[in-house]
């Protein structure tokens, strides 16, 4: 799940200055579970905007704007009410902005709405917490599911830094160290053996941007 947050509204309301007529895109997937882009958060965005003096000529939640085909139902039904806009409003992540602006064809201008923060697991209340940082090279099976380059603010591969204080991390010392939750984990699982491997230096080729993964040639 991607997490995003809305921008606030004054910033908003200085990127839309040039404009008048709004679209406003939400989603039906990430942003409507961390409340930036469901039903909700759009009729109240309808509403500042309204409030501001702006048009809003109309709105769509697609399932998942990141998803073309998801993405261009929704636009066809509202191909009326995107002709008569200026911008296109999307309360999503950064992917949805960037699928909006693949895949329409009246080259209208898109803002995003929403700062995207990170990619999260959903606990049974309902919070978010960052457990991977998509590195392309996962190393989860020597550390007992637990991720060294996202808990620790260092990403270090090989063991914890000198300044882990009472298993506490020195750069935010209300986290525990990734290092000691690590080691726990593995002398649960008797698998100690393996802080015994040297853990190479990333690949970094692996993780260089932008990523693809072509499925149709
Ligand atoms: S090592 Fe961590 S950041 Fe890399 S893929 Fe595995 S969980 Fe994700
Ligand atoms: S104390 Fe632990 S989690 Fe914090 S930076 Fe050092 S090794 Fe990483």
Request: proline share 5%; with cysteine.
């Amino acid at each position: 799940m991607i997490i995003s947050q809305q921008k606030p509204l004054k910033d908003l309301l200085s990127s839309l200055k040039e404009y008048n007529k709004i679209f406003l895109v939400g989603c039906g997937e990430c942003a409507t579970a961390c409340k930036s882009g469901g039903q909700p958060e759009i009729a109240k965005m309808q509403r500042e905007l309204e409030a501001a003096g702006k048009v809003i000529t109309g709105s769509c939640i697609p399932s998942a704007p990141c998803v073309a085909a998801k993405l261009k139902t929704e636009l066809a039904k509202n191909i009326k009410a995107l002709a008569q806009s200026e911008v296109v409003l999307i309360l999503a992540c950064g992917l949805g902005v960037a699928s909006f602006k693949d895949n329409q064809r009246l080259n209208l201008a898109v803002l995003p709405a929403c700062d995207t923060l990170f990619g999260a697991v959903m606990d049974a209340q309902g919070n978010f917490f960052e457990k991977c940082s998509m590195c392309a090279e996962c190393v989860l099976d020597e550390t007992a599911g637990i991720c060294p380059i996202t808990l620790c603010p260092k990403s270090l591969l090989n063991g914890p830094c000198g300044g882990v204080n009472q298993g506490k991390c020195e750069v935010d010392n209300q986290q525990d160290c990734a290092w000691v939750l690590i080691y726990r984990e593995l002398e649960k699982n008797k698998k100690l053996e393996s802080l015994r491997v040297i853990r190479k230096p990333k690949d970094f080729k692996k993780s260089g941007k932008p990523h693809q993964l072509i499925m149709c040639k």
